[in-house]
């Protein structure tokens, strides 16, 4: 299915766009098309990014979190064998 619209676009924009379009041998509706579902994907994977930094950083305190609380049982532990070892 498609939809049919009406834009407006920047004198300077459209000019660009149609050299290229000629260049290309598209048409203009193909070309637009072509020019907005790769702009759609530029701003998900931009979208991603931003959420993979996020989601990051939230496992890398986590992590961490869980690193101190192995290296304190961990130093507990020897500390006990080592009093374990004086008796």
């Avoid at 598209?26 to 931003?50: C, G, H, M």
């Avoid at 996020?54 to 609380?69: C, H, R």
């Amino acid at each position: 299915m498609s939809k049919n619209l009406s834009l407006k676009m920047d004198d300077a924009v459209f000019q660009e766009a149609e050299k290229t379009i000629r260049r290309l041998g598209k048409s203009r509706n193909a070309y637009i098309n072509e020019a907005v579902n790769y702009y759609n994907n530029y701003q998900r994977r931009r979208d991603l990014r931003a959420l993979l930094v996020k989601e990051s950083a939230a496992v890398y305190e986590t992590s961490m979190a869980t690193l101190k609380e192995m290296e304190s049982l961990d130093d507990r532990m020897e500390a006990s064998e080592g009093s374990h070892a004086d008796s």
